[in-house]
């Protein structure tokens, strides 16, 4: 009743959220407020940073949805595909217009649809609020990953645009793409200049190996840095063994960079944002204090009215104390504290489960490697990282409260994800 605004004096329905403290049923309040919504006859989109918590979102209400007829009316989204949809027909209009035709009018483009926002203060982000999206099609070209080879080796620009290769890849390509391809090709050195730096993973595929990047709680294939995503490409099969099983498997995983990129144009997610929807409501664990960044930001994106709820509790056990609850050591101290802690906090028994979330897979990666570590070699462990496939995640997230279990998670995990115990022993 808060997010729809009918507790005020003058009921409307404008930029909204709502405070509810963690474990106090955000996903509810999302999925009945668009139902409200939906039967008004309003088209309504819950977002969400996580496509784990999407799914399991949208799995359980999926029949409450069904039952009231709205399955057309509300739909489950991140914020990568809500604003996929968005654009998804401007790759083909592109490539009409490139190759002199006229584009196809498009009126079914999404507007005027009420956006209901999980865990709100990541719309406020730099990756969402000052974040761009920049679509690209594509052009199979069988010879360009022979040419960032051959740039990968050493050949200059001008040694490559007069050689048969980049004849065989102009012959295999549209007229229209033909200044692109030479473009592409002059931009390649300084796309390799920065593979040092550049930040990635690798990830493995039904159809052979590839480059992904971490986005949000998960590992993204679909994510293309340019050439730079070729050059790592190229770079990691490099180090594999030629014949051997990982080498075959990143040359089948070649079909994916053989490729060139056309960029379609840059497009800032907060503006696609206020374009889809001028009606923006959501829900967080903790509200940003009124003279912060993010206040300010939320007021651009016509979030004017907030609301704290109480605890349904009559008494919160969630409790953190900054002064009780932090200890600081070096960091070879720090490990051995922490094996340390995770044995004290198993019991004699070993029969409490632990969960330890790290800030990043690097410092869970040094953990895992450090002498300390010898303490629990003998203890079977499960480690929560975000290139696992949505499968692998749920069975570990499930099994995470069993009897003794050790689970080892990065940061993204440690958010709205729902471990659950069902064991009597355990609680």
């Given at each position: 009743l808060c997010l729809l605004g009918?507790?005020?004096?003058?009921?409307?329905?404008?930029?909204?959220?709502?405070?509810?403290?963690?474990?106090?049923?955000?996903?509810?309040?999302?999925?009945?407020?668009?139902?409200?919504?939906?039967?008004?006859?309003?088209?309504?989109?819950?977002?969400?940073?996580s496509e784990c918590l999407n799914k399991r979102d949208q799995n359980a209400f999926?029949?409450?949805?069904?039952?009231?007829?709205?399955?057309?009316k509300i739909r489950y989204s991140t914020f990568p595909e809500l604003v996929e949809s968005y654009i998804s027909d401007l790759r083909e209009e592109t490539k009409a217009i490139l190759e002199g035709k006229k584009p196809s009018k498009n009126n079914n483009r999404m507007k005027n649809m009420v956006m209901l926002v999980d865990e709100v203060d990541t719309l406020l982000e730099p990756d969402i609020y000052k974040g761009t999206y920049c679509p690209a099609f594509t052009i199979t070209i069988p010879n360009f990953i022979s040419i960032a080879r051959m740039i990968k080796n050493g050949q200059s620009v001008e040694d490559v645009l007069k050689s048969d290769t980049y004849q065989k890849c102009l012959s295999?390509?549209?007229?229209?793409?033909?200044?692109?391809?030479?473009e592409a090709v002059k931009k390649l050195p300084s796309e390799l200049e920065g593979l040092a730096s550049h930040k990635y993973v690798v990830q493995d595929t039904p159809?052979?190996?590839r480059i992904g990047y971490?986005?949000?709680?998960?590992?993204?294939?679909?994510?293309?840095?340019?050439?730079?995503?070729?050059?790592?490409?190229?770079?990691?099969?490099e180090q594999c063994a030629k014949g051997s099983k990982e080498f075959r498997e990143f040359k089948q995983g070649e079909q994916y960079y053989s490729e060139l990129n056309i960029n379609c144009g840059t497009f800032s997610y907060s503006k696609i944002v206020r374009e889809?929807?001028?009606?923006?409501?959501?829900?967080?664990?903790?509200?940003?204090?009124?003279?912060?960044?993010?206040?300010?930001?939320?007021?651009?994106?016509?979030?004017?009215?907030?609301?704290?709820?109480?605890?349904?509790?009559?008494?919160?056990?969630?409790?953190?104390?900054?002064?009780?609850?932090?200890?600081?050591?070096?960091?070879?101290?720090?490990?051995?504290?922490?094996?340390?802690?995770?044995?004290?906090?198993?019991?004699?028994?070993?029969?409490?489960?632990?969960?330890?979330?790290f800030k990043t897979e690097e410092v869970l990666n040094k953990f895992l490697n450090s002498p300390s570590m010898r303490r629990l070699k003998e203890e079977v462990y499960q480690i929560l990282k975000l290139s696992l496939s949505m499968e692998e995640r749920d069975n570990i997230i499930k099994n995470a409260t069993g009897p003794g279990k050790i689970v080892f998670a990065v940061a993204e995990y440690g958010r709205g994800t729902d471990f659950a115990c069902h064991v009597k022993v355990v609680n």
């Amino acid at each position: 009743l808060c997010l729809l605004g009918i507790h005020k004096e003058k009921e409307s329905l404008g930029g909204h959220i709502v405070e509810v403290l963690t474990g106090e049923g955000k996903s509810v309040v999302l999925a009945v407020a668009a139902i409200v919504l939906a039967i008004i006859g309003k088209e309504v989109c819950i977002v969400c940073y996580s496509e784990c918590l999407n799914k399991r979102d949208q799995n359980a209400f999926n029949d409450l949805i069904s039952a009231f007829g709205l399955k057309s009316k509300i739909r489950y989204s991140t914020f990568p595909e809500l604003v996929e949809s968005y654009i998804s027909d401007l790759r083909e209009e592109t490539k009409a217009i490139l190759e002199g035709k006229k584009p196809s009018k498009n009126n079914n483009r999404m507007k005027n649809m009420v956006m209901l926002v999980d865990e709100v203060d990541t719309l406020l982000e730099p990756d969402i609020y000052k974040g761009t999206y920049c679509p690209a099609f594509t052009i199979t070209i069988p010879n360009f990953i022979s040419i960032a080879r051959m740039i990968k080796n050493g050949q200059s620009v001008e040694d490559v645009l007069k050689s048969d290769t980049y004849q065989k890849c102009l012959s295999s390509c549209p007229q229209y793409a033909h200044c692109f391809l030479e473009e592409a090709v002059k931009k390649l050195p300084s796309e390799l200049e920065g593979l040092a730096s550049h930040k990635y993973v690798v990830q493995d595929t039904p159809r052979g190996k590839r480059i992904g990047y971490h986005q949000f709680d998960g590992v993204s294939t679909d994510i293309n840095y340019g050439h730079k995503t070729l050059f790592a490409f190229l770079h990691e099969q490099e180090q594999c063994a030629k014949g051997s099983k990982e080498f075959r498997e990143f040359k089948q995983g070649e079909q994916y960079y053989s490729e060139l990129n056309i960029n379609c144009g840059t497009f800032s997610y907060s503006k696609i944002v206020r374009e889809i929807s001028d009606t923006i409501l959501g829900v967080t664990g903790t509200l940003p204090r009124p003279e912060s960044k993010e206040a300010s930001i939320m007021k651009e994106l016509g979030i004017h009215h907030t609301t704290q709820i109480p605890t349904m509790f009559t008494k919160r056990r969630l409790l953190f104390s900054p002064a009780a609850d932090t200890k600081v050591f070096h960091e070879d101290d720090f490990y051995r504290e922490l094996c340390s802690s995770i044995t004290t906090s198993r019991g004699d028994e070993k029969v409490r489960p632990v969960i330890v979330f790290f800030k990043t897979e690097e410092v869970l990666n040094k953990f895992l490697n450090s002498p300390s570590m010898r303490r629990l070699k003998e203890e079977v462990y499960q480690i929560l990282k975000l290139s696992l496939s949505m499968e692998e995640r749920d069975n570990i997230i499930k099994n995470a409260t069993g009897p003794g279990k050790i689970v080892f998670a990065v940061a993204e995990y440690g958010r709205g994800t729902d471990f659950a115990c069902h064991v009597k022993v355990v609680n």
